[in-house]
């Protein structure tokens, strides 16, 4: 969501969009219509289908990867992404999204 703005900008849709999808469960489980809908404002609408296609993934593996070339694996989740990520260790990354998505 965030970029090509805000965190101000942002903060409202974020809010909104894990208050309707509150786990990675919820995400995978839902409409990609309503995915669409609880995104839209925000533009680039293949990072929501990506989102929607990655949680479906991580759903049917029953939790995220566990090493790198798993989550280069998901729908979204490519090189460029993964450098980013970089200085992060990937454990920390873990820890992140199971929080944000209570996995």
């Known amino acids: 969501m965030l970029q090509q ?6 903060a409202p849709y974020y ?13 995978a489980s ?3 219509e309503d ?4 995104w839209a404002g925000l533009g680039y609408y293949s990072r929501a289908r990506n989102l929607h296609a990655c949680a479906q993934a991580v759903v ?4 995220f990867p566990q090493d790198v070339q798993g989550l280069r694996a998901l729908p979204g989740i490519g090189l460029t992404r993964l450098l ?3 200085p992060l260790p990937l454990g920390c990354l873990w820890c992140l999204w199971m929080v944000m998505w209570s996995v």
């Open 5 to 10: 703005t805000t965190v101000k900008a942002v």
């Open 15 to 27: 809010l909104r969009f894990t208050e309707k999808f509150p786990t990675v469960q919820a995400l």
């Open 30 to 32: 839902a409409d990609r």
């Open 35 to 38: 995915v669409l809908a609880a």
């Open 60 to 63: 049917a593996l029953g939790g």
């Open 84 to 86: 980013l990520w970089q």
